[in-house]
């Protein structure tokens, strides 16, 4: 299920939602690291709770297209590369869309109401933790007739919930509240009933 076989115009065809959000991610890094503007561009998007309360309310939203570095890009695309695509395939473009963006700014606004008013942050993943959380709430629906997703995706969460608060410098505030909030709007996107809705329009 989450292994990539297609080839790159392939994936870029079938999963444009993820494959923009990539994209993106990554332009953006490579601007942040030009001498002098990418500082100035990092400083004017990095989720910074005083600020925040100051009124630079953008700051909600940026930090999930900013990155610390070429490892921490590398680890949050990685795992939009290889999780996003089944859930664009499963919800649609536009659910996918809602899941990431809403997960990832909801995850900031958590941090900003949870965490120190000096608290630094920025990164994708608590856009990334909203797909697994919205893998979750398919695992719930799904669990007696795909118990191989359970297999797979109910490890991949307790892993990663494990990893969050033993790993240094992880903003654990934003990985949670990710993983709540895809979790909560996959319960409405994959109930069985709106499922079959799906399918009828789609005749």
């Known amino acids: 299920m989450f292994s990539r076989t297609e080839s790159f115009s392939q994936y870029i065809r079938l999963y444009p939602v993820v494959t923009f959000f990539l994209a993106l991610n990554i332009l953006i890094y490579l601007v942040t690291i030009i001498p002098v503007i990418g500082t100035q561009v990092l400083y004017a998007g990095v989720g910074v709770n005083f600020l925040i309360s100051d009124g630079e309310w953008w700051r ?25 695509p089944e859930l664009e395939k499963i919800a649609g473009k536009a659910r996918f869309l809602t899941i990431y963006m809403l997960s990832g700014i909801f995850a ?13 942050s920025l990164g994708a993943s608590g856009a990334v933790f909203g797909i697994l ?22 490890p991949i969460i307790v892993i990663s919930i494990i990893m969050t608060y033993i790993q240094p410098g992880i903003n654990t505030t934003a990985h949670i509240a990710g993983l709540v909030v895809g979790f909560i709007i996959g319960l409405s996107y994959f109930h069985p009933k709106r499922i079959v809705s799906w399918k009828s329009k789609k005749r």
Not at 70 to 82: E, Q
Not at 133 to 154: D, E, M, N, S
């Open 133 to 154: 959380g919205a893998f979750g709430a398919l695992v719930y629906y799904t669990k007696h007739i795909l118990p191989q997703l359970r297999q797979i995706i109910v």
């Open 60 to 84: 909600l939203l940026t930090p999930m297209f900013l990155h610390g570095g070429i490892m921490h890009l590398l680890f949050n695309m990685f795992s939009l590369f290889i999780f996003g």
């Open 108 to 120: 900031n606004i958590a941090t900003f109401f949870l965490q120190a008013p000096n608290y630094q």
